[in-house]
C-alpha cells in the first residue's frame, strides 16, 4: 500500500522558516523522482520544487521563480523521505503542501502535477503578516 505522508507544516511569522517532511512508504524509493505542489483556498495545485531519483552524479532540482534562493527541496533514500527547507516565509506562500512521487528512469527533475502518480494528504502552512 502506497502512503505519502507530510510533516512539518504550522504558522510562522513572515520571514520565518519551516522544515517539511515526506516520508514515503509502499514503493521503492530510490526509483522516484519527487516534489512538492502547493494549494491555495480558490486555487490550482502548482508546483513549487523537484527533485530527481538519485544518479551516478547526484540528484537534479527545479524549482518555482517564487521561491528560488529561499526553497531547498532534499531527499534522504535511506529514510524513504524528501525535505523542503522553507526559509524567508511571505504570505503568499501559505498554502496546503503536498508531496508528490512518480517512477522515474533517468535523473530529470518534473515539474508538471500530472506526471506525478502518488500524493500526500498534505500539510498547512499558515504565514501571518
Known amino acids: 500500500q502506497v502512503e505519502l505522508v507530510e510533516s512539518g507544516g504550522g504558522l510562522v511569522h513572515n520571514g520565518g522558516s519551516l522544515r517539511l517532511s515526506c516520508l514515503s512508504s509502499g514503493f521503492n524509493f530510490v526509483f522516484y523522482g519527487m516534489a512538492w505542489f502547493r494549494q491555495a483556498p480558490g486555487k490550482e495545485r502548482e508546483f513549487v520544487a523537484a527533485i530527481s531519483r538519485s544518479g551516478r552524479n547526484g540528484t537534479t532540482t527545479e524549482y518555482t521563480d517564487s521561491v528560488k534562493g529561499r526553497f531547498t527541496i532534499s531527499r534522504d533514500d535511506a529514510k524513504n523521505t524528501v525535505y523542503l527547507q522553507m526559509n524567508s516565509l511571505k504570505p503568499e506562500d501559505a498554502a496546503v503542501y503536498h508531496c508528490?512521487?512518480?517512477?522515474?528512469?533517468?535523473?530529470?527533475?518534473?515539474?508538471?502535477?500530472?506526471?506525478?502518480?502518488?500524493w500526500g494528504q498534505g500539510t498547512q502552512v499558515t504565514v501571518s503578516s
Open positions: 508528490g512521487a512518480r517512477r522515474s528512469i533517468g535523473t530529470y527533475a518534473h515539474t508538471a502535477k500530472d506526471d506525478y502518480t502518488y
